[in-house]
């Protein structure tokens, strides 16, 4: 065999992980960006901003040439039209910007995971067994590669062989090492990681271009996020209240105009329609949609699409997978009974003998046990044994020496058939175990029982109490596992889960997600082993562990980096907030709207006289020049976007409360706070609009610009 490469040289950790992304984002790509969304072929992804958008066009035309519509431009201003076409552009620009804030956000995680995968080489391991140097981009699924102490981890795979102190902080941004090793659910490795101690042999489950780590690079830095189905539902709301909008302000004063009562020109009629179109949500609704699966992301999650973030804030039940999930996921072992008459020393001989070659989890926990509590065996020299391996039908191993010496450790109904009975006192411990939950596993030397190990799942530290959060958010836990009833009953007590189903197959899973969804729930389904694959796809929000088999994360929708999967509250959170985001800024946005129809309307149609004097009592604003209105009111429109962009960003607090209580909320700050604040925002605005016009440097500089802007008449 070759000699074994020198390690890969470790790649410096980035500023940021996708967890804590610490990146600067690129100022001059966020205006860029900002400025890219003027392109028709973007702002018609958006009905109410590419109604702004046309509004803001034809104003440029009418500005071109105003003798172009000479019934509706008597009168023309130009520094009136000018102010009114630079205040749409400011609101197309901040809405533009808003969602490119959203967007950077993405980039710099992107940014700092693709330096994760520069210069990386694979230790292959050859069919003659021979370990030579290969370049990442040639290994294909299946080939075997060596990873040790000091190196990266050239592409994803699961732990065939050996045990290994894995460092994941430059995606999880976790400074704690995790273990993964060959046997149970804890074996699957991410490229881009590294291995601080012990050496693994990994079998590679995906190549360059389709890792983990590739996938989560698109899908950080994707701009094309699919909407979610509240959101298109917003969208087809917002499209035809535009619409109706449109047509009845467009009729109205065309009937006014027709009949004479007033002279109303194209930038006031521009004005008008932007003010009273919910611009507002309509301009944030993108960057509010980003900003969850970015949220997601800060928590070590990453969201496959949208939806699941939405998903998550809707939330019925809460599937849970005992193993990996609820619990540590590898039985460890926690006690040993001695058979009457043998000693504990010579127990933990044969428990160390019978274990020593057992390379998984449970094996090396029971030798750990053992040698902690003073336990010794011999040497073991190679062919004076033949090793008898565990399979499914048997349901015991051990070895066999020699001299006709057998040392086997089993199943306790097993071992019992294999020793022809078991004593009394042994048969009321195994029980006893049984009922608190533990496996039992007996220990036989030449077909005479020797004594009992008791191995223990334990359940995560913190989980009851993270439980009973859920239930208080009003979702239900139901815990899924293949153990028997008496072990699942015991764990569910412990853990503190609503229900639990026992003995479940992985089909099972699926049919209790089939059985919810079809009462009209939403289902979410949290695991880690392949056996949890079918059950994640199905669900409508699948959190799978990163500490898991590929198969789980290529089916689950969530990723969660950490393997908490007590995380899934922090993601119901972050959807419930998502969603009362999206609500609250909705109801300020109308709110904001009914304000602007007092400060606009009033004052235009008071100065027509005749009819529409008595319109003077809906003044409430005590505004008398219309054109200083009309451009208070759209200017505070326009401001009320970036002034908002954080909250769209950061989401709005959530705390968990009844919905009842939510609505009050949202109707009392973002209700009466919308109105309030456009009564304000208009009147004071007005005030500096009028005290700036009588200003002589200020006057002078708009009718130097006024001069050079296309239009033969003022």
């Not at 809460?318 to 009457?340: E, M, S, W, Y």
């Not at 088999?549 to 959170?573: F, H, R, Y």
Request: net charge positive; charged share 20%; glycine share 10%.
């Amino acid at each position: 065999m070759s000699a074994p490469a020198a390690p890969a040289a470790r790649p410096a950790a980035p500023a940021g992980t996708v967890g804590k992304h610490r990146r600067r984002i690129s100022v001059s790509w966020i205006l860029g960006e900002s400025f890219r969304g003027f392109d028709p072929r973007r702002e018609v992804r958006h009905p109410v901003m590419f109604c702004v958008y046309t509004l803001f066009l034809f104003l440029l035309v009418v500005m071109a040439d105003p003798r172009l519509f000479p019934d509706l431009t008597q009168g023309y201003d130009k520094i009136y039209y000018l102010g009114t076409a630079v205040i749409l552009f400011a609101t197309l620009w901040f809405a533009h910007l808003s969602e490119a804030i959203a967007e950077a956000q993405g980039k710099a995680q992107a940014e700092s995971l693709r330096q994760i995968q520069g210069g990386l080489q694979a230790r292959k391991v050859f069919p003659d067994g021979s370990v030579r140097p290969t370049p990442v981009e040639s290994l294909r699924v299946g080939d075997l590669f060596v990873v040790g102490p000091g190196e990266t981890v050239p592409t994803d795979g699961d732990v065939v062989q050996g045990a290994a102190q894995i460092d994941e902080s430059m995606m999880t941004g976790e400074s704690q090492t995790v273990l993964r090793e060959s046997g149970g659910d804890k074996t699957s490795v991410l490229g881009g990681s590294h291995v601080i101690e012990g050496t693994v042999r990994v079998r590679a489950t995906a190549v360059r271009g389709q890792s983990f780590l590739d996938r989560l690079i698109r899908l950080v830095e994707s701009t094309r996020r699919e909407k979610t189905p509240n959101e298109i539902a917003l969208n087809v709301l917002l499209s035809a209240l535009s619409l109706a909008l449109f047509i009845a302000v467009i009729g109205l004063l065309y009937l006014i105009q027709l009949v004479g009562y007033a002279r109303i020109d194209l930038a006031t009629v521009a004005a008008l329609l932007v003010c009273l179109l919910p611009t507002t949500i309509g301009g944030l609704l993108p960057a509010i949609g980003i900003s969850g699966v970015n949220r997601v992301a800060q928590a070590n999650v990453i969201a496959k699409s949208g939806k699941a973030v939405e998903a998550a804030g809707d939330l019925d039940i809460l599937i849970l997978d005992k193993t990996g999930t609820i619990t540590v996921g590898n039985r460890l072992a926690v006690q040993f009974v001695p058979a009457p008459e043998v000693e504990m020393a010579e127990l933990l001989r044969l428990a160390i003998t019978s274990s020593s070659l057992d390379d998984t989890p449970e094996g090396r926990s029971i030798v750990r046990l053992a040698a902690r509590r003073g336990g010794q065996a011999g040497r073991l020299e190679l062919g004076t044994y033949r090793v008898v391996p565990f399979t499914a039908e048997r349901r015991m191993s051990g070895l066999v020496f020699m001299d006709g010496t057998e040392i086997f450790k089993g199943a306790f109904s097993v071992m019992q058939e294999y020793a022809g009975g078991v004593p009394a006192a042994l048969a009321a411990a195994a029980n006893d175990a049984s009922r608190q939950g533990m496996t039992v596993l007996a220990i036989a030397r030449n077909r005479r029982m020797a004594g009992l190990v008791f191995l223990k799942d334990v359940v995560k530290p913190g989980i009851r109490e993270r439980l009973a959060e859920l239930r208080r958010m009003g979702i239900r836990t139901v815990m899924c596992t293949g153990d028997n009833r008496l072990t699942a009953a015991a764990i569910a007590r412990e853990a503190g889960v609503d229900d639990f189903i026992a003995e479940a197959r992985p089909e099972a899973k699926l049919t209790v997600i089939n059985r919810e969804k079809a009462r009209g729930r939403l289902v979410a389904m949290t695991g880690d082993g392949t056996n949890d694959a079918p059950a994640l796809a199905r669900a409508d929000v699948g959190l799978a562990m990163n500490s898991g088999t590929g198969a789980a994360k290529e089916a689950g929708n969530m990723v969660d980096l950490d393997s908490d999967p007590t995380k899934l509250i922090q993601v119901v959170s972050i959807g419930k907030q998502l969603l009362i985001t999206r609500g609250a800024l909705t109801t300020f946005s109308i709110t904001n709207d009914v304000a602007k129809y007092f400060a606009i309307i009033p004052v235009l149609f008071v100065t027509a006289g005749g009819t529409f004097a008595g319109i003077a009592a809906l003044n409430l604003l005590g505004l008398s020049s219309p054109h200083l209105a009309v451009l208070a009111t759209v200017l505070f429109n326009a401001l009320t976007i970036p002034i908002l962009i954080p909250l769209a960003l950061f989401g709005v607090p959530f705390r968990p409360r009844s919905a009842i209580d939510l609505l009050r909320q949202n109707l009392l700050l973002y209700g009466i706070g919308g109105l309030v604040s456009a009564f304000a925002g208009i009147k004071l605005l007005y005030l500096f609009l009028a005290w700036l016009g009588a200003q002589p440097a200020w006057a002078s500089f708009l009718v130097a610009v006024a001069h050079y802007l296309p239009g033969g008449f003022l």
